[in-house]
């Protein structure tokens, strides 16, 4: 199965301000890069100095460097969003990790489960509460939230916290875009299938045996490649998603939809 080609994008964002969260790598470069190709401010915020730097300047955005789960430095960063754009439009809260000592329940000890859970599922909460004011007086705006294809499904390689966790955003997510809807923010989960991040490289390159069992049940037959979960993003963070909110997007290669893959 071949990879997808570059093609020429829209220019749905411009003028607008967005704000993404683990934009250093993987997912959130990739997105960094389609907003600002799509004419976007983008401010981009990482806790490594060095790949959000890097990732800010090759984007013509700013870089804001945040630890996700301090609720001081969240308030700051999209208040230097605001101050320097003067408006926030979008988050793409997308911060993660999944550490290799989250596993099976009976192993994970619960020091990597508060660990996971707060970086995962607790700065979404701290994201969507900061940005919410900010969007509440402008009338509109696009929250998106990186959830999972994993909390929609059971796995028998668990990742206890990292499945619970991002189970937690899909419900969140929900609450908040009924909540707010009639003030026209959107708040919509972005449901990623395995991505071929640095992430994932890590992961599977410890474990080749894990990742061939995970390939094979993916219908495409391969991973996805961040430009492609960005171009989701994209979409939910433009005017084409209008009349989304508390959805779910799946963009997982048909694993949700399989019941056995192609031979």
């Given at each position: 199965?071949?990879?997808?080609?570059?093609?020429?994008?829209?220019?749905?964002?411009?003028?607008?301000?967005?704000?993404?969260?683990?934009?250093?790598?993987?997912?959130?470069?990739?997105?960094?890069?389609?907003?600002?190709?799509?004419?976007?401010?983008?401010?981009?915020?990482?806790?490594?100095?060095?790949?959000?730097?890097?990732?800010?300047?090759?984007?013509?955005?700013?870089?804001?460097?945040?630890?996700?789960?301090?609720?001081?430095?969240?308030?700051?960063?999209?208040?230097?969003?605001?101050?320097?754009?003067?408006?926030?439009?979008?988050?793409?809260?997308?911060?993660?990790?999944?550490?290799?000592?989250?596993?099976?329940?009976?192993?994970?000890?619960?020091?990597a489960w508060r660990r996971v859970q707060e970086v995962n599922l607790?700065?979404?909460?701290?994201?969507?509460?900061?940005?919410?004011?900010?969007?509440?007086?402008?009338?509109?705006?696009?929250?998106?939230?990186?959830?999972?294809?994993?909390?929609?499904?059971?796995?028998?390689?668990?990742?206890?916290?990292?499945?619970?966790?991002?189970?937690?955003?899909?419900?969140?997510?929900?609450?908040?875009?009924?909540?707010?809807?009639?003030?026209?923010?959107?708040?919509?989960?972005?449901?990623?299938?395995?991505?071929?991040?640095?992430?994932?490289?890590?992961?599977?390159?410890?474990?080749?045996?894990?990742?061939?069992?995970?390939?094979?049940?993916?219908?495409?037959?391969?991973?996805?490649?961040?430009?492609?979960?960005?171009?989701?993003?994209?979409?939910?963070?433009?005017?084409?998603?209008?009349?989304?909110?508390?959805?779910?997007?799946?963009?997982?290669?048909?694993?949700?939809?399989?019941?056995?893959?192609?031979?």
């Open positions: 199965m071949s990879e997808p080609t570059t093609t020429e994008v829209c220019r749905r964002l411009v003028g607008r301000t967005a704000v993404i969260t683990g934009a250093g790598s993987g997912i959130g470069l990739a997105t960094a890069r389609r907003f600002a190709s799509e004419g976007a401010n983008v401010v981009v915020a990482d806790i490594d100095e060095g790949s959000g730097k890097a990732a800010a300047e090759e984007v013509g955005g700013i870089f804001v460097k945040v630890d996700v789960t301090d609720p001081e430095q969240v308030e700051a960063l999209f208040k230097t969003a605001y101050d320097t754009y003067g408006s926030v439009d979008i988050a793409f809260n997308n911060a993660g990790i999944s550490p290799p000592d989250d596993d099976s329940i009976l192993t994970t000890g619960l020091d607790t700065s979404v909460y701290l994201c969507c509460k900061a940005v919410l004011p900010y969007m509440q007086r402008q009338g509109k705006g696009s929250i998106i939230n990186t959830a999972s294809f994993v909390a929609k499904m059971g796995a028998a390689t668990s990742q206890i916290s990292y499945t619970a966790s991002k189970g937690g955003v899909l419900a969140m997510t929900r609450e908040l875009g009924v909540q707010f809807a009639r003030e026209g923010i959107r708040v919509n989960a972005l449901c990623p299938g395995p991505v071929n991040t640095p992430l994932l490289q890590e992961l599977f390159a410890k474990d080749p045996e894990r990742a061939a069992r995970r390939i094979v049940h993916i219908p495409v037959g391969r991973f996805a490649e961040p430009t492609e979960i960005a171009a989701a993003v994209a979409f939910l963070a433009s005017d084409d998603s209008s009349f989304m909110t508390a959805s779910e997007f799946l963009v997982d290669g048909g694993i949700g939809g399989a019941y056995v893959t192609p031979q």
